[in-house]
């Protein structure tokens, strides 16, 4: 199968990239730097640096208003996020750590933005159900549990708005979803790509971006 016209991405050119992107805030330079400082073992669960740009660019493009996030970790993606929305935009974003959630609030506090956002700290299925089961989602950014994407998933797709954004993160796992031997996460999350794929809910596209961003939009 031919792969089109798409160019290795060497660190050269993935520096050029961010040089062409916003660059970070200070606030998220220094969320990047004490999550790879602090959290050195689990720094990777933080989005990709283009991504923050990216988020923000999608919520202002949808010109949302109300957010869910599923997977906050130390917070940098709902900094970005949160600090593209209108004034009277609102994010609930949802973690079972307070250590690592810790960092976000300080983040938040110091971006300005901690009055646009709730956390919940409590299992996000459960945080999901909880919620108003009518469409009222704009946008929903998905970057936790992978075994549970597609529970997510059908819990989200319902909420949306009619043309509101749902973002999926690490839809490659590392590339692992290519393996047709792929066992536990890896097969979860191909398990999720077949799912979104036969959904006649959303329409979606799969991205190279980072590992793999899916991006669906509620029909």
Same mark, same amino acid.
């Given at each position: 199968?031919?792969?089109?016209? @798409?160019?290795?991405?060497?660190?050269?050119?993935?520096?050029?990239?961010? @040089?062409?992107?916003?660059?970070?805030?200070?606030?998220?330079?220094?969320?990047?730097?004490?999550?790879?400082?602090?959290? *050195?073992?689990?720094?990777?669960k933080q989005v990709a640096e283009e991504q923050g740009p990216l988020l923000a660019f999608l919520v202002r493009l949808t010109? $949302?208003?109300?957010? %869910?996030?599923? @997977?906050?970790?130390?917070?940098?993606?709902?900094?970005?996020?949160?600090?593209?929305?209108?004034?009277?935009?609102?994010?609930?974003?949802?973690? #079972?750590?307070?250590?690592?959630?810790?960092?976000?609030?300080?983040?938040? $506090?110091?971006?300005? #933005?901690?009055?646009?956002?709730?956390? &919940?700290?409590?299992?996000? +299925?459960?945080?999901?159900?909880?919620?108003?089961?009518? *469409?009222?989602?704009?946008?929903?950014?998905?970057?936790?549990?992978?075994?549970?994407?597609?529970?997510?998933?059908?819990?989200? %797709?319902?909420?949306?708005? *009619?043309?509101? +954004?749902?973002?999926?993160?690490?839809?490659?796992?590392?590339?692992?979803?290519?393996?047709?031997?792929?066992?536990?996460?890896?097969?979860?999350?191909?398990?999720?790509? $077949?799912?979104?794929?036969?959904?006649?809910?959303?329409?979606? #596209?799969?991205?190279? %971006?980072?590992?793999?961003?899916?991006?669906?939009?509620? &029909?």
């Amino acid at each position: 199968m031919a792969k089109g016209n @798409g160019t290795p991405l060497t660190d050269e050119l993935y520096a050029y990239m961010l @040089g062409h992107n916003p660059p970070l805030d200070p606030v998220q330079r220094m969320l990047v730097e004490t999550t790879h400082t602090q959290l *050195p073992l689990v720094a990777g669960k933080q989005v990709a640096e283009e991504q923050g740009p990216l988020l923000a660019f999608l919520v202002r493009l949808t010109g $949302a208003r109300r957010i %869910v996030e599923i @997977g906050t970790f130390t917070g940098l993606s709902a900094l970005s996020m949160a600090q593209a929305l209108p004034s009277d935009g609102t994010l609930l974003t949802c973690d #079972v750590s307070e250590e690592w959630t810790e960092y976000a609030r300080t983040a938040w $506090a110091k971006a300005g #933005v901690a009055d646009r956002i709730e956390l &919940r700290i409590a299992p996000a +299925l459960r945080t999901l159900q909880d919620l108003p089961a009518e *469409p009222h989602i704009d946008m929903a950014f998905i970057d936790a549990d992978k075994d549970n994407y597609i529970a997510y998933w059908d819990e989200l %797709v319902p909420r949306m708005r *009619p043309g509101g +954004l749902l973002a999926v993160d690490n839809v490659f796992y590392h590339g692992d979803v290519t393996d047709p031997d792929a066992t536990g996460l890896a097969a979860a999350i191909k398990d999720f790509n $077949a799912h979104v794929r036969a959904d006649d809910r959303v329409d979606s #596209v799969m991205l190279a %971006v980072a590992d793999g961003l899916t991006l669906a939009r509620r &029909r």
